[in-house]
């Protein structure tokens, strides 16, 4: 019987055991690949259809995020309003995303809804047309977005260091431009849509309350035609031309804001080190009680927040610390970011910190294991990388038992300060 006068045992994150469920991996009668995953409780579906269709894909700037935006917006046989109000009569959710390397087509829905939604589904990605009159909206209304965000310090900056690590020329580097939304046409879009959302291209992603009967239809609707795959070049970028590491820009004379920027290229989760950064970056400034938070916003009340992120794309990688900072601290602010840094390489970590971090990691993992919609986003991303559950193994592998000594010595190899480009926007 339950003592409810004794409380239960509190364990470390770390104690737990952790394994990535399976998932199911197959081939529909077409040749496109179809992973799913049948857990949850509720009668709920989430199904995604991957593309190689992001920005190192582009062939003319603002082409992908145009194709996505516009992806819903009318096939030969109904209008763009006639497909949103067919979505949405079933009570389901369809979006476009689309991102350095991959654009997603994602549908949430019931699972009794399939038999309807589904063939909704293959008509938008097989048959989208790009109306004249919807591909001239989306442009103005993007232009409208761009110049009302060219007045934010935080959004310049944003563009700023991207183009800094990668050169503005560079696929990841790139930033929106008005002349080059203007400048895009139908036909640009059809051009991209028809090389990279051809089905042949496709992989396919199922996780909810599902089983044979919906892998069935899916394969009924995805599965029955010979979709050749678009053969895509091999793109090579150069580095980007040499720049001044340091930089300051005035974006708004009378702005009492600044936004700060500071970043290096990395690599991606291929690399052996990138678990270890995993910690090391959360430490530094990945969560709420990171060292940066306790410097920059506990003591010395800069600013509301700051964060350091770790981004893997296909073709590489980086580091980013962000804040907005008043005007008057931003020097003061930058120079805190760098002291942290020399910080974490002339002194180990306590013990007890480190427990923390770990802790925060993989709790987080806890969660991302609770739910089916979860458990895929962690397959999908193993699997459009090339990897399986042996790499998440090693990963909870570094998270339990990287050593103080090891953090401190991924801090003094990628902590110098004169790989770090440095941005200021006022």
């Known amino acids: 019987m339950l003592d409810r006068n004794t409380a239960p045992a509190i364990h470390d994150a770390i104690a737990f055991d952790y394994n990535l469920p399976p998932i199911n991996k197959e081939k529909l009668d077409n040749g496109l690949p179809f992973y799913w ?74 699972t009794k809804d399939l038999p309807q939604l589904l063939p909704i589904v293959h008509e938008i990605i097989t048959d989208s047309i790009f109306p004249e009159e919807e591909v001239a909206l989306h442009k103005k209304n993007s232009v409208q977005r761009l110049l009302v965000s060219l007045r934010q310090a935080d959004f310049v900056a944003n563009q700023r260091i991207d183009a800094l690590l990668f050169g503005e020329f560079h696929p990841y580097g790139r930033f929106s431009k008005q002349e080059k939304i203007e400048a895009l046409t139908r036909e640009d879009i059809l051009d991209f849509y028809k090389k ?41 970028f150069s580095a980007p031309a040499p720049s001044e590491r340091s930089q300051r820009e005035v974006n708004d004379p009378n702005g009492v804001q ?10 991606n989760r291929h690399h052996p080190d990138f678990p270890k950064m995993v910690v090391l970056n959360t430490l530094f400034g990945g969560y ?70 770990k802790n925060y990691l993989l709790g987080g993992l806890l969660g991302d294991l609770d739910g089916p919609f979860q458990i895929l986003q962690r397959w999908r991303t193993l699997i459009l990388n090339g990897l399986g559950s042996d790499h998440f193994d090693r990963n909870i592998a570094v998270y339990k038992n990287i050593t103080t000594a090891e953090v401190q010595a991924i801090a003094r190899q990628y902590f110098d300060r004169n790989a770090f480009y440095e941005i200021g926007v006022i």
């Open 37 to 110: 995953l049948n857990a949850g409780v509720q009668d709920v579906v989430e199904i995604d259809w991957v593309f190689p269709a992001g920005l190192w894909q582009e062939t003319k700037p603002a082409v992908a995020h145009a194709t996505a935006g516009l992806l819903k917006n009318g096939t030969s046989r109904q209008t763009a309003h006639q497909l949103h109000e067919a979505i949405e009569y079933y009570g389901a959710s369809l979006k476009v995303s689309t991102g350095n390397d991959m654009a997603t087509v994602t549908l949430y829905a019931l």
């Open 196 to 236: 990279c959302y051809a089905l042949g291209n496709a992989r396919i992603f199922m996780a909810g309350k599902v089983g044979d009967e919906e892998v069935s239809l899916v394969n009924k609707i995805f599965g029955q035609t010979a979709y050749p795959k678009e053969e895509q070049e091999e793109q090579v």
């Open 258 to 267: 600044a936004a700060i920027r500071l970043g290096r290229t990395f690599h």
């Open 288 to 357: 709420f009680g990171s060292r940066l938070m306790s410097n920059i916003r506990e003591d010395k009340g800069y600013t509301y927040g700051i964060y350091s992120s770790l981004q893997s794309m296909e073709h590489g990688g980086s580091i980013v610390i962000q804040s907005e900072v008043g005007r008057d601290v931003m020097e003061d602010a930058i120079r805190e970011v760098y002291h942290e840094m020399q910080q974490l390489c002339e002194q180990e970590v306590d013990d007890e910190e480190l427990l923390l971090v």
